[in-house]
Every structure is written in structure tokens, then in C-alpha cells.
């Protein structure tokens, strides 16, 4: 069975702090995302990562095939990146669908 | 925007009763999951339909079903709905071509009473 677990599961910073939140998974996957989700349900995609590194603007990705884990960093935190942060995995094979963790809620105080 | 739209927005039934939500992508979106998403927790994969034809499910009964159309549009039914059902349904829609990205709906708000 693939399990995703995220730390922490919540997280309360200041403005600008360097933020890492860390995903480990237990099966074999052909993709990694990470999302953000917004109160009220929305879910935006941040990034899809099979190998490596990603960046978008302050949002950084990483990956390590090897050992399984995945980190979300942001950097010079906002108030507006406020969210719960999730990681989701698509197992090799494809069409089981995506298993996702509980998610990272993090709170960005001015 | 995603481009994905999920209709209701909220729900409330009762009991026993059956509900369909709907979700509709931009035209070249293949393929369509849903997922059950409970208070507190991550979503959950219920199944995917590639091509109108189930291709993938998950840990769900039968009672969930669904439905592709060639508009790009897409149902979930859930029958004889249990109070363990009231979650947010999430919708996400593949792009041909695109490979892996994910567009999500807004959700279906579902309470079951």
C-alpha cells in the first residue's frame, strides 16, 4: 500500500521566513506533485516533478527518487502564501490515480 | 483559472438518497478523475475515466459511479448515500499531450444528513 506522509502537518511562521515542508513516500512513483489548496476547497497545481529540481518564482521543489522524498521551500514568505500545502504521488503505472498526504497547513503572520 | 468547473457548488441530502455531480473541462482533456476529500484529510482517489471507459479506480463501493461524455464533461452518482459520505468531490481533468498535470475543479460541497 502507498502511504505519503508530509511534515509538519502545521506550521505557523513570520514574514520572510524560509519555509520547508517535507513529503516521504513508500512505493515506487512515475510522478510527484505539489499542491495548494486554498480554504474552500480549490486545489492549484504547483508543480509535477519526476527528477530533480523546479522552481516558480519563490516556490522551489525538489526530489530524491532514491530515498523517496520530496521538500516544498518557500522563500521570503507572505501572509498570502498562506495555504494547506499537499503532496500527492502518482504511482509507477499510471491509472490508479493520484495518492495524496493530509497535507501541510501553513499559516504566514505579518 | 483551471479551466475546470464542478456543479453544485454545495449540497445537502438526506440519507438513503442519490446525488450527481458534475464536472466539465476545456475541450482536449481526455482524462477525468474524482476524489473524495473528507474534513482534515487528503483526498481520495474514487476512479478515473479515459475515453468515456473506467480505467483506474479506488477503494470505493459500487455505489460510486460515473459517467464521461465527448463534450469533456463528466458525472459522479453515489447512491443510497451514507452520512460518511458528506465531503468536498473534487474533479481534475488531464490535457492530451500534457503529460501528468493536474486541473482541478473548485469541488462539490456534499452533506449528508
Known amino acids: 500500500k502507498n502511504e505519503v506522509e508530509q511534515s509538519p502537518q502545521n506550521l505557523t511562521a513570520q514574514e520572510g521566513e524560509f519555509i520547508t515542508i517535507n513529503c516521504s513516500y513508500s512505493v515506487g512513483i512515475s510522478a510527484l506533485h505539489w499542491l495548494q489548496q486554498h480554504p474552500g476547497g480549490g486545489i492549484v497545481s504547483l508543480f509535477m516533478?519526476?527528477?530533480g529540481k523546479k522552481k516558480h518564482g519563490r516556490l522551489i521543489a525538489t526530489i530524491n527518487i532514491q530515498e523517496k522524498h520530496s521538500s516544498l521551500h518557500i522563500t521570503a514568505s507572505h501572509p498570502r502564501d498562506s495555504a494547506v500545502y499537499i503532496c500527492?504521488?502518482?504511482?509507477?503505472?499510471?491509472?490508479?490515480?493520484?495518492?495524496f498526504g493530509k497535507g501541510t497547513h501553513l499559516i504566514i503572520q505579518p | 483559472e483551471t479551466g475546470v468547473t464542478q456543479s453544485p457548488t454545495h449540497l445537502i441530502k438526506t440519507r438513503g438518497q442519490q446525488v450527481t455531480l458534475r464536472c466539465s473541462s476545456q475541450?482536449?482533456?481526455?482524462?477525468v478523475s474524482w476524489y473524495q476529500q473528507a474534513l482534515g484529510q487528503g483526498p481520495q482517489f474514487i476512479f478515473q475515466?479515459?475515453?468515456?471507459?473506467?480505467?483506474g479506480r479506488g477503494n470505493f463501493p459500487p455505489r460510486f459511479s460515473g459517467l464521461q461524455f465527448p463534450n469533456y464533461s463528466s458525472e459522479l452518482n453515489v447512491n443510497a448515500l451514507e452520512l460518511d459520505d458528506s465531503a468536498l468531490y473534487l474533479c481534475a481533468s488531464q490535457m492530451v499531450g500534457v503529460p501528468d498535470t493536474q486541473y482541478f475543479g473548485p469541488g462539490t460541497r456534499l452533506t449528508v444528513l
Open positions: 475515466y479515459y475515453r468515456e471507459e473506467e480505467n
Open positions: 475541450s482536449g482533456h481526455n482524462t
Open positions: 500527492a504521488v502518482r504511482p509507477g503505472g499510471g491509472a490508479d490515480g493520484l495518492t
Open positions: 516533478l519526476s527528477s
